[in-house]
């Protein structure tokens, strides 16, 4: 007997989930046992043109009658957003469906709610798709690492803005002109706010470190600074010494193992590490664990088709479970570790200044940083006389220190603006 599938969405996503569920029918029959039929496709405007063959019968706006249908097994939710997403899986849970789920902002948000109502239903919840798009991350992290310690994820997760930086990396253009490029190609929505802002990839970030550190965190957990501020300088400034600047999702565990940090902002990174070959709108996510080392995800991270791979892949995982009578791993939260304040987060600085072109600046400047105790690993003079600009690039400090120290340099009268402040990541020197 077939298991039926609701489809919540019909739109970049879910036209191509139809898509491929009818054009690999018979492969996907054969790889879960049993044919996989769409029972109901859930949307809000029926007479919309969609991407895909679709036999209108199948179209409903009662998205809450499909899910609780009594010949529903599995729901596929590729809505997106809190509501009716939320309410919807929660109602499809309760009435004993198999969820799968590409929605980052709802688990990011309350993924709590979500995971209790899969736990009390002995219902499946899977949701690789949330998360950097066709690349598997979701299942290694839960399922093949489950026997390490991973205490490091970092990458590129957003391609919106690994695009429109590496535009202006490679053109020199500035970031309103890279962002409006990226519109007129499709890589940016008209409102990028969530993109560029780093909404987007602080969700990715909040799951991601869940899973990893075997807690419960949330957006609201993460730091987050988005790229709207880089400016054509800055990855100019960046180029001159090596470095390209990335937007980077970094979730890594304290020293002593008893608390996480999970941050979302610009970086500079050698142009030697293997993120700064990652182009255009690719992802690219290295996990760093105790005994695997370091792994490397690379790929599409978002895309219809390339996302539409990640929600089949959980489908047939999710089916199989259903005809085995099993499910797939719970949420694993027991480590319960807490966010420390991005305060105690150490890394390395690279901070231009446009000082007064007097004797002694340097050594002032100099004393203001080793007040707080942090060391300088290299000093360069960008520009001359009245335009001079003096660019440090620090050892490793804590962001409370780093903060305290701009302070300090936006008060002293040699100092007459802090042109940039970026963090320098992918290096070991300290
Ligand atoms: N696009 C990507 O590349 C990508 C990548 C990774 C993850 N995701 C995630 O996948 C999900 C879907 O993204 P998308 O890009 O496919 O979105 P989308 O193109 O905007 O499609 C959303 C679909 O949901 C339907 N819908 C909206 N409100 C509804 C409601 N109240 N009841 C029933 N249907 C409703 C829309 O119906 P109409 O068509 O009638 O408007 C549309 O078909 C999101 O969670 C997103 O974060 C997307």
Do not use: W
Not at 325 to 336: F, K, L, R
Request: glycine share 8%; net charge negative.
């Amino acid at each position: 007997m077939a298991l039926k599938v609701a489809l919540l969405g019909c739109g970049v996503v879910g036209s191509q989930v139809i898509r491929l569920m009818h054009e690999q029918a018979d492969d996907l029959a054969a790889r879960v046992g049993t044919p996989l039929e769409v029972a109901g496709v859930a949307v809000r405007r029926l007479g919309r043109r969609r991407d895909t063959d679709i036999d209108p019968a199948l179209l409903t706006t009662d998205a809450e009658a499909l899910v609780t249908r009594d010949d529903v097994d599995i729901v596929i939710e590729v809505i997106g957003g809190i509501e009716p997403a939320r309410s919807l899986i929660l109602a499809a849970m309760n009435s004993g469906k198999s969820v799968v789920s590409a929605n980052k902002a709802l688990l990011a948000e309350d993924g709590a709610t979500i995971h209790a109502a899969a736990r009390a239903n002995n219902a499946d919840l899977y949701y690789e798709a949330a998360v950097a798009g066709a690349i598997p991350l979701i299942r290694p992290l839960r399922e093949s690492l489950a026997g390490d310690h991973v205490h490091r994820v970092l990458g590129i997760v957003n391609g919106t803005t690994n695009y429109i930086l590496d535009k202006m990396d490679s053109s020199g253009a500035s970031f309103s002109d890279a962002l409006e490029e990226a519109q007129v190609l499709g890589y940016a929505e008209a409102d990028p706010t969530a993109d560029v802002e780093g909404f987007d990839a602080a969700a990715k970030a909040a799951i991601l470190a869940g899973i990893a550190f075997h807690s419960r965190v949330t957006a609201a957990d993460v730091h987050r600074e988005g790229i709207t501020e880089i400016t054509a300088a800055d990855v100019a400034s960046a180029k001159a010494m090596g470095y390209v600047i990335k937007l980077l999702a970094i979730c890594s565990r304290s020293d002593d193992g008893r608390s996480f940090g999970v941050r979302v902002h610009p970086a500079m990174i050698p142009r030697t590490h293997p993120l700064a070959g990652v182009r255009e709108a690719y992802n690219a996510v290295f996990v760093e664990a105790r005994s695997a080392g370091q792994l490397m995800f690379y790929g599409a991270g978002a895309g219809g088709a390339p996302t539409a791979s990640a929600v089949l892949g959980d489908l047939v995982a999710v089916a199989r479970n259903r005809l085995a009578g099993t499910q797939g791993p719970e949420e694993s939260t027991y480590a319960d570790l807490g966010a420390h304040p991005m305060g105690e987060t150490v890394t390395r600085y690279h901070v231009s200044l446009d000082v007064a072109d007097k004797p002694g600046v340097l050594a002032r400047v100099a004393d203001m940083f080793a007040k707080q105790d942090v060391s300088i690993q290299t000093v360069r003079q960008e520009g001359h006389g009245d335009d001079a600009q003096l660019v440090l690039v620090t050892h490793r400090a804590s962001d409370a220190a780093l903060s305290a120290t701009i302070e300090g340099l936006r008060e002293m009268d040699i100092v007459r603006d802090v042109v940039s402040v970026m963090r320098v990541e992918g290096e070991d020197a300290s």
